[in-house]
Each structure stands twice: as structure tokens, then as C-alpha cells.
């Protein structure tokens, strides 16, 4: 089943095209409202690089388990 969505609130420009497996790809900065200083803090905090790396990273997935499990309780 093919999904669409529409990406652009989230990405820059530059980016709003691209298929998913590039998106995972694409440096961090590439998401909206993440400039290249804040990439490079996440870079030196968290060795992120990429959106992929982002998404996968251990303590940014905990903490959204755990906003999801309490916004669930409600």
C-alpha cells in the first residue's frame, strides 16, 4: 500500500522531495527548525548526523514512549 504525505511543514525546501529512504539519509539540519549549530550540538552530544540517526537514537525514542504512554493514561 503506498502512503503520501506532505512533508513541507517539516522540511526545508531543499529536502521536501526527497523518497523516505533519502530523507533518513539527509542531515539533521534538513528538518525545519534545525539549524546547522543545533546539528552540530546534537552531533557532539549524541553523535547524530543524520534524521535516521535521530530517530533511532535510544533516549530521543525512550522520551516519546514515554510522552506517549502518558498523554495514553490521560
Known amino acids: 500500500m503506498a502512503v503520501t ?3 513541507a511543514k517539516l ?3 531543499e529536502y521536501e522531495n526527497k523518497s523516505l529512504a533519502d530523507l533518513i ?3 539533521v539540519s ?3 527548525g534545525v539549524s546547522e549549530g543545533d546539528a552540530r550540538l546534537l552531533k557532539e552530544a549524541f553523535h547524530i548526523n543524520t534524521i535516521g540517526d535521530l530517530g533511532r537514537n535510544k533516549f530521543f525514542r525512550t522520551a516519546t514512549a514515554l510522552v506517549d504512554l502518558a498523554e495514553g493514561a490521560k
Open 11 to 13: 522540511l526545508d525546501k
Open 5 to 7: 504525505a506532505d512533508l
Open 25 to 27: 539519509k539527509a542531515p
Open 30 to 32: 534538513a528538518l525545519s
